[in-house]
């Protein structure tokens, strides 16, 4: 093992030094999503400054829950970003109404900006608008608190804002994008609190101050009805085209100065919050070459006064002062600043190019017409729910955490984050409506209410769009305002359905897999005393927030909407044994510690209506203390059986984790030999930690280090199980909290276990944070496990899916998108793995597929008996010999047939390959040549369609597949490509130097010895 792995550091030092790029922090993920009740809402404290919008400061205090809130007694605490005495202290007096927002305001550092609405309580604060920290206190008295990540729970503390560069924070700090003079503000996302500052708000300059009666400011500022002077105030405005307006670089030469130009009005966004429309050089657009188009033709004119007098196509002349609004060029018309032009004129044409790579060519097309060409894919949905926004890739490839394909710091990682920079482009709505706001909800939901939009889909442009900058991002804006009221027909994107019914058919005699569940709380909020909650439309709570430990539904019929959904996906993976996490830890709530897994059973049965499930039962030696949800395995008890007692882990290593437990299963009709053992994870979240768990700023998060301290025990444990249940055949499952490339990941595989997901099914991922896939949960087999597995999928239900379709998100807009199917039934996606059993055995066949959720075997097996309990049936034989290999005379044109796969693959990559419907049900074998080699014996799926994966020691460049009966018998052939960097992190041409693609085929080489020793060892060497 050492040599293979400085083998493979080896090529990623050489890859690291040719990149030769400085290392950059990455955003983490977490996928804690608890609320703490009342919370710091948005915080803008650079009033008064120049350039403000407002000429106060504020901080708002937001109230999720169904009760109004008393602040008596409540301050509101400030301290400096490097300070570390007592913190400065403003008492607080009001309520915070139910559902409700309450206003804080300060004096501003100037006069500058509108005024605010009429404030809930004043503070005396003087913050810094750039860094700092602020805390909402439960108490009057000052205090005073550690530097660092601050402790989960601690006294006097409701919420904390760490910003800038504060010493103090929640998780991890939130940056600050510019001084004073940059207008702009921090906005929570939604009220959810993660405790992690960086994930919870993102700068914003679309401020929302509101008060407890519900009066806001504008969101954008008001018409300016004294412009800034040009240089000469005497001087006429100075005539310019749109291009000598915006420039050559970032910023207008005409900033500050009045001017004259003329443009047809290309879109209008006279409703929607935008208060203005844009306008491009007559004839203009069209076939851009942006090698030599450095100037934009395009600009926004804000003027809410003239937006509502122009329509698409009008010729005007405008006369305004140019400013730069949050990095967008903006031209400022007053009432009597347009003027419609009656000549006839060349139409400007959309521009006909890719998404550009770089800034500066965005900068070369910001507010034109563009009709994008190329492929885009959809990379995040998180937000299309509450802002109507889409965030897209250009290419065909997601944007991908960079952890999941590289180790964190390395210029590898790097390099995947650059790629992504270079791809995301935003679909935006053509407004900037809030629709979790409760003056918003009865406006349909953009984008989601026509249709499903999720994650991996292919989006195709059908009418033209601006391009423009808002929000720190560049987007692509409809030509005026769409909402869910929309018709279909009238949006400018459509998107394909890359949902699927089923999972792949991964093969194999048995199949296990790993569910979260969600919180699955059968215990809901109104049984207990204390719950606050989420609330939908009309005030019915949802889920609970916050002061009990119901984690999960408000009331009952919220939990059967939950439990439809779970019900549904656990049924349709077809699956013998499952693992679940995020389940109700019962004895919490003073009931038997299985009460929730006997509850989940029940309804997965009542579903088959067979008596189809059973739960392994809790073991008699428990941790003495547990969190709220736990770990639990069910199985079909006509398919397998527990050979004993589960186990659960007791180390200190997992004290702030969920405690892996682990158990074996024998198949019905098997032997000793084809037993195996299962170990369920939940390894501590990203969220927070101090110390040496404090955020590194490699990509890990924090509490990584607790993270490798619970994979060093969890290997240690695998192995004193093996020797427990007497079977080296091990999967272990579950969510470890860490992307594929990461340190404990790392440590499992050193300890010698396979992560299946990125050997066998590369192109899926579990979860997506902050529009970035990537695999927080993972199925890990020993040497033994590995030889027997016939295939991964993981079925992306959930992760890939808009959050508003959760039972949490239920009634929570005017279109109601919950439905009673698979889709979101959580946020991580199942993995469902294919094994055969030793020796050829298969389990006795009950008659009925157990892939059909439908139609679960129910053999005759008494529901009385302890499960693994009494004589295990006799095996049946299996039958079947060794795949016979054409010959590779027999590979010519007139023996291809309809066999399809794509043009290239990378080694490790798991691909599609098209064998025809007509042979959907049979066993065929797959090859590549021109050596032939195995890439696996399969079941067709109903499609026609098979999955396989290239080996990873695979050599570079064309090949053949070619598809057999089992005796050999020629179905067809076709070619392929392998190259080590397509597909793997989809760099934009432009970006992949020579250096950069020498370091990936370097760092793919790597990966390729380590992979490939590890296979050739597998099934000669016993785990240890």
């Given at each position: 093992m050492p040599k293979i792995v400085g083998r493979t550091l080896l090529c990623a030092t050489v890859a690291a030094t040719l990149l030769a790029a400085p290392l950059a922090s990455v955003s983490v993920a977490s996928a804690n999503t608890a609320g703490t009740g009342l919370v710091i809402a948005e915080a803008y404290l650079k009033g008064g400054s120049a350039n403000a919008v407002f000429n106060k400061k504020f901080v708002e205090i937001a109230n999720p829950t169904d009760a109004p809130v008393s602040v008596d007694g409540w301050s509101l605490q400030y301290r400096s970003a490097t300070g570390s005495a007592a913190f400065s202290t403003s008492g607080l007096a009001g309520t915070v109404p139910a559902n409700g927002t309450f206003l804080v305001t300060m004096a501003g550092n100037g006069a500058t900006g509108a005024d605010l609405p009429a404030a809930d309580d004043t503070a005396t604060l003087n913050t810094s608008g750039t860094t700092g920290t602020l805390v909402l206190s439960d108490q009057s008295q000052a205090l005073t608190l550690p530097t660092g990540a601050l402790a989960a729970d601690t006294a006097g503390v409701v919420d904390l804002l760490g910003y800038g560069a504060s010493n103090t924070f929640e998780g991890h700090v939130r940056t600050v994008d510019g001084g004073n003079t940059v207008?702009?503000?921090?906005?929570?996302?939604?009220?959810?609190?993660?405790d992690d500052n960086a994930a919870d708000f993102s700068v914003t300059t679309t401020l929302t101050p509101t008060n407890a009666a519900g009066e806001t400011a504008p969101t954008t500022p008001t018409d300016p009805t004294d412009p800034t002077e040009p240089t000469d105030p005497g001087a006429p405005a100075e005539a310019v085209t749109i291009a000598q307006l915006q420039g050559t670089t970032d910023t207008s030469p005409y900033v500050g100065k009045t001017v004259v130009t003329k443009g047809v009005v290309t879109a209008v966004y006279a409703t929607g919050g935008f208060n203005g429309y844009t306008v491009q050089t007559p004839g203009t657009g069209g076939a851009i070459d942006l090698g030599t188009h450095t100037a934009s033709d395009g600009v926004f004119v804000f003027s809410s006064a003239t937006a509502s007098r122009?329509?698409?196509?009008?010729?005007?002349?405008?006369?305004?002062?140019?400013?730069?609004?949050?990095?967008?060029?903006?031209?400022?018309?007053?009432?009597?600043?347009?003027?419609?032009?009656?000549?006839?004129?060349?139409?400007?044409?959309?521009?006909?190019?890719?998404?550009?790579?770089?800034?500066?060519?965005?900068?070369?097309?910001?507010?034109?017409?563009?009709?994008?060409?190329?492929?885009?894919?959809?990379?995040?949905?998180?937000?299309?729910?509450?802002?109507?926004?889409?965030?897209?890739?250009?290419?065909?490839?997601?944007?991908?955490?960079?952890?999941?394909?590289?180790?964190?710091?390395?210029?590898?990682?790097?390099?995947?984050?650059?790629?992504?920079?270079?791809?995301?482009?935003?679909?935006?709505?053509?407004?900037?409506?809030?629709?979790?706001?409760?003056?918003?909800?009865?406006?349909?939901?953009s984008w989601l209410t026509q249709g499903p939009v999720t994650v991996g889909a292919a989006a195709t442009f059908t009418k033209p769009v601006v391009l423009d900058y808002r929000n720190d991002s560049w987007k692509f804006q409809p030509t005026s305002p769409i909402t869910g009221a929309t018709a279909k027909t009238d949006l400018p994107a459509t998107f394909s359905n890359v949902r699927t019914a089923k999972p792949q058919d991964v093969g194999g005699d048995l199949k296990l897999a790993g569910f979260n569940v969600l919180?699955?709380?059968?215990?809901?909020?109104?049984?207990?005393?204390?719950?606050?909650?989420?609330?939908?439309?009309?005030?019915?709570?949802?889920?609970?927030?916050?002061?009990?430990?119901?984690?999960?539904?408000?009331?009952?019929?919220?939990?059967?909407?939950?439990?439809?959904?779970?019900?549904?996906?656990?049924?349709?993976?077809?699956?013998?044994?499952?693992?679940?996490?995020?389940?109700?830890?019962?004895?919490?709530?003073?009931?038997?510690?299985?009460?929730?897994?006997?509850?989940?059973?029940?309804?997965?049965?009542?579903?088959?209506?067979?008596?189809?499930?059973?739960?392994?039962?809790?073991?008699?030696?428990?941790?003495?203390?547990?969190?709220?949800?736990?770990?639990?395995?069910?199985?079909?008890?006509?398919?397998?059986?527990?050979?004993?007692?589960?186990?659960?882990?007791?180390?200190?290593?997992?004290?702030?984790?969920?405690?892996?437990?682990?158990?074996?299963?024998?198949?019905?009709?098997?032997?000793?030999?084809?037993?195996?053992?299962?170990?369920?994870?939940?390894?501590?979240?990203?969220?927070?930690?101090?110390?040496?768990?404090?955020?590194?700023?490699?990509?890990?998060?924090?509490?990584?280090?607790?993270?490798?301290?619970?994979?060093?025990?969890?290997?240690a444990f695998s192995t004193k199980m093996q020797t427990q249940y007497g079977t080296d055949k091990v999967f272990m499952l579950g969510d470890f909290n860490a992307y594929s490339q990461e340190d404990p990941m790392v440590v499992l595989d050193d300890a010698g276990y396979t992560d299946l997901g990125p050997a066998l099914d590369s192109s899926e991922w579990s979860y997506v944070y902050s529009g970035l896939s990537g695999s927080l949960d993972h199925v890990l087999a020993s040497p033994a496990a590995l030889a027997t597995v016939t295939g991964v999928d993981i079925w992306n239900i959930n992760s890939v899916e808009s959050v508003a379709l959760e039972y949490s998100r239920y009634n929570y807009n005017a279109t109601n998108l919950y439905t009673d199917d698979v889709y979101r039934a959580s946020d991580h996606d199942p993995i469902l793995v294919g094994f055969d059993l030793t020796g050829d055995t298969t389990p006795t066949d009950p008659g009925t597929d157990p892939t059909d959720p439908g139609t679960d075997p129910t053999g005759p097996s008494d529901p009385g008996t302890v499960p693994g309990a009494?004589?295990?049936?006799?095996?049946?034989?299996?039958?079947?010999?060794?795949?016979?290999?054409?010959?590779?005379?027999?590979?010519?044109?007139?023996?291809?047939?309809?066999?399809?796969?794509?043009?290239?693959?990378?080694?490790?990559?798991?691909?599609?390959?098209?064998?025809?419907?007509?042979?959907?049900?049979?066993?065929?074998?797959?090859w590549m040549f021109s050596t032939p080699t195995l890439l696996g014996t399969v079941t067709v799926a109903a499609d026609g369609s098979v999955r396989v994966t290239i080996p990873a020691d695979a050599p570079a460049g064309p090949h053949r597949i070619v598809v057999t009966v089992a005796d050999g018998t020629l179905i067809g052939w076709t070619t392929i490509t392998i190259d080590p960097v397509t597909g793997a992190l989809a760099f934009t041409g432009a970006d992949l130097t020579g250096g950069i693609a020498a370091a990936l085929l370097l760092l793919a080489a790597g990966a390729g010895v380590l992979v490939a020793r590890r296979r050739r060892g597998v099934r000669g060497r016993v785990s240890a």
């Open positions: 207008p702009n503000g921090l906005v929570r996302q939604g009220t959810v609190d993660s122009v329509a698409a196509g009008d010729y005007v002349e405008l006369t305004g002062s140019v400013s730069e609004y949050y990095g967008l060029t903006e031209l400022n018309v007053a009432a009597g600043g347009m003027t419609k032009l009656t000549e006839t004129v060349p139409a400007p044409q959309p521009a006909t190019v890719a998404f550009p790579a770089s800034d500066a060519q965005r900068e070369s097309l910001e507010s034109m017409l563009v009709a994008p060409q190329g492929d885009y894919t959809v990379a995040d949905n998180y937000t299309t729910n509450q802002y109507g926004e889409i965030v897209l890739a250009s290419g065909t490839k997601r944007l991908i955490q960079p952890t999941e394909v590289a180790r964190p710091g390395s210029a590898a990682a790097k390099a995947v984050e650059a790629d992504n920079a270079a791809r995301k482009v935003t679909l935006d709505d053509g407004g900037s409506t809030n629709f979790l706001t409760q003056a918003n909800k009865s406006i349909p939901v919180n699955y709380f059968p215990t809901t909020g109104d049984q207990l005393t204390g719950c606050s909650y989420y609330t939908d439309r009309d005030g019915d709570p949802v889920t609970v927030n916050s002061g009990c430990d119901a984690r999960g539904a408000a009331e009952q019929e919220d939990f059967e909407r939950q439990q439809v959904k779970i019900v549904k996906g656990i049924n349709g993976l077809g699956a013998d044994v499952v693992s679940l996490e995020e389940i109700e830890n019962s004895a919490e709530f003073g009931q038997d510690r299985d009460a929730a897994v006997a509850t989940l059973v029940g309804a997965l049965n009542a579903a088959t209506g067979a008596d189809t499930w059973a739960y392994v039962k809790s073991p008699k030696t428990l941790p003495a203390s547990e969190d709220v949800i736990r770990l639990a395995l069910i199985y079909k008890k006509d398919r397998v059986a527990p050979t004993g007692e589960s186990t659960i882990l007791i180390d200190p290593a997992f004290t702030n984790a969920r405690q892996p437990v682990a158990d074996a299963f024998r198949p019905v009709g098997g032997t000793a030999d084809d037993e195996f053992l299962v170990i369920a994870n939940h390894f501590k979240s990203k969220g927070s930690g101090t110390g040496e768990n404090a955020d590194q700023g490699d990509g890990q998060g924090a509490s990584n280090a607790d993270r490798v301290k619970q994979a060093t025990a969890l290997a009494g004589q295990t049936p006799a095996p049946t034989p299996g039958a079947g010999s060794a795949p016979v290999a054409p010959s590779e005379s027999s590979l010519t044109d007139a023996n291809r047939g309809t066999v399809s796969a794509p043009s290239s693959a990378r080694p490790g990559e798991t691909i599609t390959i098209g064998v025809g419907a007509q042979y959907a049900g049979q066993r065929v074998s797959v």
